[in-house]
């Protein structure tokens, strides 16, 4: 069983940063963001494999966002840069003890209770 708790988050004007740090307890094999809005399909943001340094971003935030791990406190984060309105969502942390780690949401089988971020023009 894995939990995951999740911080971060929050609102930010067009251009500006924001960091979202999750905490898992349990054994995982991937960890990632996937992300949300009303009426559209989930989208993984980035990926990275905990036991490796493999990571792996959707072309909406590459060269954006960066996803990290501090492997001894079991934490991943996202760093988001240059936020753009259209990176409004509800951001879920999301872990796979099966393996893969790609961003296809499909492939996590744990998730957190979600962050909202909100970005204003």
């Known amino acids: 069983q894995v939990q995951l708790v999740e911080s971060g988050g929050g609102s930010a004007q067009a251009g500006g940063s924001l960091r979202l740090s999750c905490a898992a307890s349990?054994?995982?094999?991937?960890m990632g963001w996937i992300r949300q809005t009303p009426g559209k399909e989930r989208e993984g943001v980035a990926t990275?494999?905990?036991?490796?340094?493999?990571?792996y971003y959707a072309d909406s935030v590459k060269g954006r966002f960066t996803i990290s791990q501090d492997k001894i406190k079991n934490t991943v984060y996202l760093q988001m840069n240059s936020l753009k309105p259209e990176d409004t969502a509800m951001y879920y942390c999301?872990?796979?003890?099966?393996?893969?780690?790609?961003?296809?949401?499909?492939?996590?089988?744990?998730w957190g209770q979600g962050t909202q971020v909100t970005i204003s023009s």
């Open positions: 990275i494999a905990t036991h490796g340094t493999t990571t």
């Open positions: 999301a872990a796979s003890t099966r393996g893969g780690c790609l961003t296809r949401p499909e492939e996590y089988n744990y």
């Open positions: 349990g054994y995982t094999i991937c």
